[in-house]
C-alpha cells in the first residue's frame, strides 16, 4: 500500500526549539576520512540519515559486496574509497541508482590506475572493483560535474603514488562542497592547494584526531520556509554555525530577502520575521548552492515572489530530475514555472487552476518532500512517500509535528 500523510499546518503554534540533524555532507566525508587515518575515534554527532548508515555499514563489513539503495554520496565516495582498498568488490544500488551516471568517477579512477568495471549497463552502477594501490597523477575534470565526484577523487589522493593534480575546466559549480572536502582533509593533517581552478594533493599520511559533526543548514532551510510563509512566530534551531564550512549556510542571507531574520546565539540560530517587506523578484545562482534549489523556489511561489534561477545543471543527476519535478508538483498548487534554458528556472508569476486536493509526489527524493510540506500553511495538502526524508532528516515529520 502506498505511504503518504494528509498536512494541514497551524501558522498559530509556531514557537518552536529545533534540534537540528547533523550535516550529511560533513558525516559522511568525517567517515571516509576517519577511516582513511585508521582513526581509533569515534566521530561525535554522526547524522542519522540513510547515505551516513550506508557508509558505516560498509566500511565495518567484512563481505565484499555493497548494496547502497539509493544513497547516492555513499556511491561515489566508495567507488573511490574501494577503489584504493586492496580486494575484489562489487557495488550496486536501487534501480534509480542503477540509472544513476558514475562513468565520470570511473573513468577518472581508472586512469589513476584503478581497475574498475560495469556489471550492466555501460557507464552507471552496478560495479566491479579490483582494489589496489593507485599511480595517480593529472586529470581533467569540467567544473560542472557534480562537486561529490572531486571530493572522492580527492580525498583518496594522498595515498596515490605520484599524489593528485586535478584540473577543473570551465565554470566550477558546487565550490564550497569542494571547500569542505579541503577543510576537513586539512583537521586530519593533510595538505592541499586550491588555486586558478587547480587541486594539487602530494602523497601524505592522514592523522587520526577527534571530530564533531555540526548541524545541517540545508535541513534548517525548511524552517526558514516556515517562518517566510507563515509571516509570524519564533523558530529556534540548535546546533547551527555562524562560520560554518557548509556553502548551504548561505540560506540566512538569501531568506533575508524573503521576509526571514536570522540572530546567532552560542547554541545555534533564532528565526523571527523581517519587518522589511520582502523582495517582489528574485534573482538567484544556485551554482553553489543547489540544495537550496527546491525550498526557495517553492517558497517564491507561495509568497508570489517571480524570479529566475540560474547554475542548477546538477539537479538533474540528483535523486531524481528536480527541474522536471518542481515544474510538475508546482503546477499542482496553481504555478506555472518553465525551464527557460538547461540550469535555469523562472516564474513570471503566471498561475493555473490549483488541484482541488494536491498530492504532491515525491520521486524517491526526500527534498521534494521537505520543501512542498510548509505550503500547508496555505491549503492542505497530501505528501506521498513521506519517508524519503530518512535520506537526510529522519525526524523532519515528528518536528512538523508541533505544529499540526
Same mark, same amino acid.
Given at each position: 500500500?502506498?505511504?503518504?500523510?494528509?498536512?494541514?499546518?497551524?501558522?498559530?503554534?509556531?514557537?518552536?526549539?529545533?534540534?537540528?540533524?547533523?550535516?550529511?555532507?560533513?558525516?559522511?566525508?568525517?567517515?571516509?576520512?576517519?577511516?582513511?587515518?585508521?582513526?581509533?575515534?569515534?566521530?561525535?554527532?554522526?547524522?542519522?540519515?540513510?547515505?551516513?548508515?550506508?557508509?558505516?555499514?560498509?566500511?565495518?563489513?567484512?563481505?565484499?559486496?555493497?548494496?547502497?539503495?539509493?544513497?547516492?554520496?555513499?556511491?561515489?565516495?566508495?567507488?573511490?574509497?574501494?577503489?584504493?582498498?586492496?580486494?575484489?568488490?562489487?557495488?550496486?544500488?536501487?534501480?534509480?541508482?542503477?540509472?544513476?551516471?558514475?562513468?565520470?568517477?570511473?573513468?577518472?579512477?581508472?586512469?589513476?590506475?584503478?581497475?574498475?568495471?560495469?556489471?550492466?549497463?555501460?557507464?552507471?552502477?552496478?560495479?566491479?572493483?579490483?582494489?589496489?594501490?593507485?599511480?595517480?597523477?593529472?586529470?581533467?575534470?569540467?567544473?560542472?560535474?557534480?562537486?561529490?565526484?572531486?571530493?572522492?577523487?580527492?580525498?583518496?589522493?594522498?595515498?596515490?603514488?605520484?599524489?593528485?593534480?586535478?584540473?577543473?575546466?570551465?565554470?566550477?559549480?558546487?565550490?564550497?562542497?569542494?571547500?569542505?572536502?579541503?577543510?576537513?582533509?586539512?583537521?586530519?593533517?593533510?595538505?592541499?592547494?586550491?588555486?586558478?581552478?587547480?587541486?594539487?594533493?602530494?602523497?601524505?599520511?592522514?592523522?587520526?584526531?577527534?571530530?564533531?559533526?555540526?548541524?545541517?543548514? +540545508?535541513?534548517?532551510?525548511?524552517?526558514? #520556509?516556515? /517562518?517566510? %510563509?507563515?509571516? !509570524?512566530?519564533?523558530?529556534?534551531?540548535?546546533? $547551527?554555525?555562524?562560520?560554518?564550512?557548509?556553502?548551504? +549556510?548561505?540560506?540566512?542571507?538569501?531568506? #533575508?530577502? /524573503?521576509? %526571514?531574520?536570522? !540572530?546567532?546565539?552560542?547554541?545555534?540560530?533564532? $528565526?523571527?520575521?523581517?519587518?522589511?517587506?520582502?523582495?517582489?523578484?528574485?534573482?538567484?545562482?544556485?551554482?553553489?548552492?543547489?540544495?537550496?534549489?527546491?525550498?526557495?523556489?517553492?517558497?517564491?511561489? $507561495?509568497?508570489?515572489?517571480?524570479?529566475?534561477?540560474?547554475?542548477?545543471?546538477?539537479?538533474?543527476?540528483?535523486?531524481?530530475?528536480?527541474?522536471?519535478?518542481?515544474?510538475?508538483?508546482?503546477?499542482? $498548487?496553481?504555478?506555472?514555472?518553465?525551464?527557460?534554458?538547461?540550469?535555469?528556472?523562472?516564474?513570471?508569476?503566471?498561475?493555473?487552476?490549483?488541484?482541488?486536493?494536491?498530492?504532491?509526489?515525491?520521486?524517491?527524493?526526500?527534498?521534494?518532500?521537505?520543501?512542498?510540506?510548509?505550503?500547508?500553511?496555505?491549503?492542505?495538502?497530501?505528501?506521498?512517500?513521506?519517508?524519503?526524508?530518512?535520506?537526510?532528516?529522519?525526524?523532519?515529520?515528528?518536528?512538523?509535528?508541533?505544529?499540526?
Amino acid at each position: 500500500m502506498e505511504s503518504a500523510i494528509n498536512l494541514a499546518l497551524n501558522p498559530d503554534k509556531i514557537q518552536l526549539e529545533i534540534n537540528l540533524p547533523a550535516s550529511k555532507s560533513i558525516s559522511n566525508r568525517a567517515l571516509i576520512l576517519n577511516a582513511l587515518s585508521y582513526s581509533p575515534f569515534e566521530i561525535e554527532n554522526l547524522s542519522d540519515c540513510d547515505d551516513t548508515r550506508v557508509l558505516i555499514n560498509v566500511l565495518n563489513s567484512n563481505d565484499y559486496r555493497f548494496d547502497v539503495g539509493a544513497a547516492g554520496t555513499s556511491m561515489r565516495f566508495l567507488t573511490a574509497f574501494l577503489a584504493k582498498t586492496v580486494g575484489e568488490w562489487r557495488i550496486t544500488g536501487s534501480e534509480r541508482m542503477k540509472n544513476r551516471p558514475i562513468k565520470l568517477l570511473v573513468d577518472a579512477l581508472n586512469s589513476l590506475g584503478a581497475k574498475i568495471e560495469y556489471l550492466e549497463k555501460e557507464g552507471f552502477p552496478p560495479l566491479k572493483i579490483y582494489g589496489s594501490a593507485l599511480k595517480g597523477g593529472h586529470i581533467c575534470l569540467n567544473g560542472g560535474v557534480s562537486s561529490q565526484y572531486i571530493s572522492a577523487l580527492m580525498m583518496i589522493a594522498p595515498y596515490m603514488q605520484q599524489g593528485l593534480k586535478i584540473s577543473l575546466e570551465g565554470e566550477v559549480i558546487s565550490i564550497p562542497y569542494i571547500r569542505m572536502t579541503i577543510n576537513m582533509m586539512q583537521d586530519f593533517g593533510i595538505k592541499v592547494e586550491f588555486q586558478n581552478n587547480e587541486i594539487n594533493i602530494k602523497p601524505q599520511v592522514y592523522s587520526p584526531v577527534p571530530f564533531q559533526v555540526e548541524s545541517d543548514w +540545508s535541513a534548517a532551510s525548511y524552517w526558514y #520556509e516556515i /517562518l517566510s %510563509v507563515a509571516r !509570524e512566530g519564533k523558530i529556534t534551531l540548535r546546533g $547551527l554555525k555562524k562560520d560554518s564550512c557548509q556553502g548551504d +549556510s548561505r540560506v540566512a542571507e538569501i531568506f #533575508e530577502s /524573503l521576509g %526571514v531574520s536570522t !540572530e546567532y546565539t552560542e547554541h545555534g540560530v533564532i $528565526l523571527t520575521p523581517d519587518e522589511k517587506l520582502p523582495v517582489k523578484h528574485l534573482t538567484l545562482d544556485f551554482k553553489n548552492i543547489p540544495d537550496l534549489a527546491q525550498t526557495i523556489a517553492v517558497t517564491c511561489c $507561495l509568497k508570489g515572489i517571480t524570479f529566475d534561477f540560474t547554475g542548477l545543471q546538477s539537479l538533474k543527476i540528483k535523486e531524481t530530475n528536480r527541474i522536471d519535478a518542481l515544474i510538475n508538483e508546482l503546477r499542482k $498548487l496553481g504555478y506555472v514555472i518553465h525551464e527557460p534554458a538547461e540550469g535555469q528556472l523562472a516564474w513570471n508569476g503566471e498561475k493555473c487552476l490549483m488541484n482541488e486536493n494536491p498530492e504532491i509526489s515525491t520521486y524517491d527524493d526526500h527534498r521534494m518532500a521537505m520543501a512542498f510540506a510548509p505550503a500547508a500553511l496555505l491549503h492542505p495538502l497530501t505528501i506521498r512517500h513521506p519517508e524519503v526524508v530518512s535520506k537526510s532528516y529522519p525526524g523532519f515529520w515528528n518536528d512538523l509535528r508541533l505544529i499540526f
